[in-house]
């Protein structure tokens, strides 16, 4: 299943390759398409629904991102 999200604090590829790898090392998630235009509009297809604090929680290994879902 495919969530749409945004995170906040991606400025440049460095950051969307560090959050990307981040993200993709949880269990449950498959796959995490991040862009830099429009900046930080996340694509997350994962196994079985993830609720935003927990994808918050694995961003926390990371400093300065904050993730929220988008319609």
């Given at each position: 299943?495919?969530?749409k999200?945004?995170?906040?604090g991606?400025?440049?590829?460095?950051?969307?390759?560090?959050?990307?790898?981040?993200?993709?090392a949880?269990?449950?998630?498959?796959?995490?398409?991040?862009l830099l235009?429009?900046?930080?509009?996340?694509?997350?297809?994962?196994?079985?629904?993830?609720?935003?604090?927990?994808?918050?929680?694995?961003?926390?290994?990371?400093?300065?991102?904050?993730?929220?879902e988008?319609?």
């Open positions: 299943m495919k969530h999200y945004q995170i906040n991606i400025s440049c590829g460095g950051c969307v390759a560090n959050v990307k790898k981040t993200m993709e949880h269990p449950s998630i498959e796959k995490a398409e991040i235009a429009p900046k930080g509009a996340t694509t997350i297809t994962m196994k079985e629904a993830i609720s935003v604090a927990e994808l918050q929680k694995q961003l926390d290994e990371l400093n300065g991102y904050i993730i929220t988008t319609n």
